[in-house]
């Protein structure tokens, strides 16, 4: 099993909003908060295949080697869901066209104060939980 949260993602570009499963990845190592998404999540928040603002082409390193990805700076709120409201962070929007599931890297992660008691079980919290709060994985959502 893994770990995978619940997340709201918004556009800042088109305010167009989707709520999906994503996989804490802790070895999606970034230099700021960035979420991977496959391209059908890009066209349901109206940025594919049309991307309506500036973006970059950036390689990055998979265990199947390189791979070119769409980068839009800055272009999503993301917030945690759960039963109570959390603070959205702002995260880059990366773009793939082979990857099928969301992905939080490890500094969205910790910018969404993301707790993993253990990857094995799906064990986590958020840092604003109560002290005795344990939350269970979500189920793994395709695209």
């Known amino acids: 099993m893994a770990v995978r949260v619940k997340l709201r993602i918004r556009s800042r570009a088109t305010s ?4 999906a499963s994503a996989l804490v990845n802790s070895g999606y190592e970034t230099i700021k908060p960035q979420l991977l998404v496959p391209v059908k999540v890009a066209e349901l928040l109206g940025l594919w295949p049309s991307i309506p603002r500036h973006y970059v082409v950036r390689e990055y390193m998979t265990a199947g080697g390189p791979i070119k990805n769409y980068v839009l ?23 793939s066209t082979v990857e099928d599931e969301i992905l939080i890297s490890d500094k969205l992660a910790g910018r969404l104060g993301i707790i993993v008691y253990d990857f094995a079980e799906g064990v986590w919290k958020l840092r604003s939980d109560p002290e005795n709060i344990k939350r269970k994985s979500e189920t793994r959502q395709t695209w």
Do not use: C, K
Not at 16 to 19: F, H, L, N
Not at 73 to 95: G, H, K, R
């Open 73 to 95: 700076e800055d272009e999503v709120y993301v917030n945690v869901i759960v039963e109570y409201n959390t603070e959205p962070v702002i995260a880059d929007l990366v773009i």
């Open 16 to 19: 167009r909003s989707i709520e």
